[in-house]
Structure formats: structure tokens, C-alpha cells
């Protein structure tokens, strides 16, 4: 993926397609940030194309977060927490 495709993907909004591909042997079963990449997926908080592709990626992945991932993770759980927080009040 080039620089120029990931600003694209930046700017434009994520259309509710799953464009990560279920890896096999995958099998359901969710450690916590596989979990909270899918609820954050889930929540309706607007989100980039390239947002969607890495919570996407989070959920399939089985392995230890890295630490961008991490970071990442927590920022987009944040906000839509933060949304879902004044949605609610």
C-alpha cells in the first residue's frame, strides 16, 4: 500500500464492509482486544476506511498487540466511548 492510498483511505468514511479477510483457523473464540476491536466495529462511531481495516485486523488477530496496535486501539475505544457517552446523555 502506497502513502498515497492510505491518506484516501484516511479521508474516506468506512462504508460497513469487512475488506479484512477471515484468516483460516480462525476460531471465534475472542481474547479482550479481539473483543473490543469488534464492539468498537459495532458501536456506529464514524470511522475512516483505514480505522475500519485495523480494528478489522486487531479482531483477527490471535497474536499479542504490538505496541502502535495498542496505542491505536485504545484511542478508537476512546472515542467511542466518548460518543456513545454523550449519545447516551
Known amino acids: 500500500m502506497n502513502d498515497e492510498t492510505f491518506r ?3 479521508c474516506r468514511p468506512w ?3 469487512w475488506r479484512v479477510r477471515k484468516p483460516d ?3 471465534g473464540l475472542l481474547s479482550i482486544h479481539q473483543f473490543t476491536a469488534l464492539q468498537v ?3 456506529g462511531v464514524h470511522l475512516s476506511e ?3 481495516r485495523l ?3 486487531i479482531h483477527y ?3 499479542p498487540l504490538g505496541p502502535a496496535q495498542s496505542f491505536n486501539l485504545e484511542r478508537l ?3 467511542a466511548s466518548e460518543t456513545l457517552g454523550r449519545v447516551a446523555a
Open 8 to 10: 484516501a483511505m484516511s
Open 15 to 17: 462504508d460497513g464492509c
Open 25 to 27: 483457523g480462525f476460531d
Open 41 to 43: 466495529l459495532r458501536s
Open 50 to 52: 483505514a480505522e475500519a
Open 55 to 57: 480494528l478489522q485486523a
Open 61 to 63: 488477530q490471535s497474536d
Open 77 to 79: 475505544t476512546s472515542r
